[in-house]
T-cell receptor, first 111, second 112 residues
Framework: QKEVEQNSGPLSVPEGAIASLNCTYS??????FFWYRQYSGKSPELIMF????GDKEDGRFTAQLNKASQYVSLLIRDSQPSDSATYLC???????????FGKGTTLSVSS | DGGITQSPKYLFRKEGQNVTLSCEQN?????MYWYRQDPGQGLRLIYY???????QKGDIAEGYSVSREKKESFPLTVTSAQKNPTAFYLC???????????FGPGTRLTVT
């Protein structure tokens, strides 16, 4: 059974700090990695995707991928209270047919 | 205005009744998916469809059925055989060959 693991949290950071969210995956053949943000009671929203080793930046968000370590992370710089949500890590399966989701990490940003 | 719509937002049913959840998209996406989310849990794949008139079981298909007669529509039926149907149901779609899935607003089903 292919797995995606995340620390459930909650991860608490003060406003303006950097939040670091981590995810590990079991399928070494995985090639596509995604971060979704889910506010309470709402559906997930795609915020970042990364396919190659290294860093990918988009505004205040940076996704980091290390395929050798089977590790993907999301950094949120200058965290805002509006960033408070659950962040879901998702990994594409080798067949190219579906995403495998972690259980999510809850982030709380205090003002 | 392109997007994915799910209806209704909230649905209440008595145990033993079948219920159908609607999912429509006007993004011209070929692939569509149904997920289930329970409190504190990630998303679990129920069914997916890559093209019209074809669909495959996901990880937790037992007690569910789907149809894909039109590209825009992918309804999910929760049957009485589903042991624990109360959950948040999410529909998603993507372009063929793409993992980038976009979600509808979800339907919260409560069965008592």
């Amino acid at each position: 059974q292919k797995e995606v693991e995340q620390n459930s949290g909650p991860l608490s950071v003060p406003e303006g700090a950097i939040a670091s969210l981590n995810c590990t995956y079991s399928d070494r053949g995985s090639q596509s990695f995604f971060w979704y943000r889910q506010y309470s009671g709402k559906s997930p929203e795609l915020i970042m995707f990364i396919y190659s080793n290294g860093d990918k930046e988009d505004g205040r968000f940076t996704a980091q991928l290390n395929k050798a370590s089977q590790y993907v992370s999301l950094l949120i710089r200058d965290s805002q209270p509006s960033d408070s949500a659950t962040y879901l890590c998702a990994v594409g399966n080798q067949a190219g047919t579906a995403l495998i989701f972690g259980k999510g990490t809850t982030l709380s940003v205090s003002s | 205005d392109g997007g994915i719509t799910q209806s209704p937002k909230y649905l209440f049913r008595k145990e033993g009744q079948n219920v159908t959840l609607s999912c429509e998209q006007n993004l011209n996406h070929d692939a569509m998916y149904w997920y289930r989310q329970d409190p504190g849990q990630g998303l679990r794949l129920i069914y997916y469809s890559q093209i019209v008139n074809d669909f495959q079981k996901g990880d937790i298909a037992e007690g569910y059925s789907v149809s894909r007669e039109k590209k825009e529509s992918f309804p999910l039926t929760v049957t009485s055989a589903q042991k624990n149907p109360t959950a948040f149901y999410l529909c998603a779609s993507s372009l063929p060959g793409s993992y980038e899935q976009y979600f509808g607003p979800g339907t919260r089903l409560t069965v008592t």
